[in-house]
């Protein structure tokens, strides 16, 4: 079973780290992060570790922090989704340039969702050598 490189994003220490632990439980994700939304360089950073989409937890899901990340991060690579997680919504907010299907009650099955079937062929659920 291939992998799928998940790249975590988070404002909030203790949730990247709930998360980490969800997501490095399930046997078809490879968890690459968690990274501070804070941190320099997220954009040339994701451009270098190739991830299948991007999770940018946030405490609002519409926090101009995380949208205008989402927002750099699609314009260097369109074929990539990012999901944002807002701490105090019950909600998902999926960017992206293709149509996905309006369900994904929880975060591994949007997660799941977001990796098409083009960036499996090509590569981007894994690291280039």
Avoid: Y
Avoid at 31 to 59: F, M, T, Y
Avoid at 82 to 89: K, M, N, T
């Amino acid at each position: 079973m291939s992998k799928h490189r998940v790249l975590l994003i988070s404002s909030q220490h203790l949730f990247g780290e709930s998360m980490e632990m969800i997501l490095r439980a399930e046997k078809d994700i490879e968890l690459v992060g968690p990274w501070n939304l804070g941190e320099q360089d997220i954009c040339r950073r994701v451009l270098e570790v190739k991830p299948s989409v991007v999770v940018i937890a946030d405490e609002d899901s519409q926090s101009e922090i995380a949208a205008e990340l989402s927002k750099s991060i699609i314009e260097q690579n369109s074929e990539l989704s990012v999901i944002r997680a807002g701490l105090s919504e019950n909600v998902f907010r999926i960017v992206s340039t293709h149509t996905l299907p309006a369900r994904g009650d929880n975060l591994l099955e949007t997660i799941r969702t977001c990796i098409t079937p083009t960036q499996e062929s090509a590569g981007f659920d894994r690291p280039q050598k």
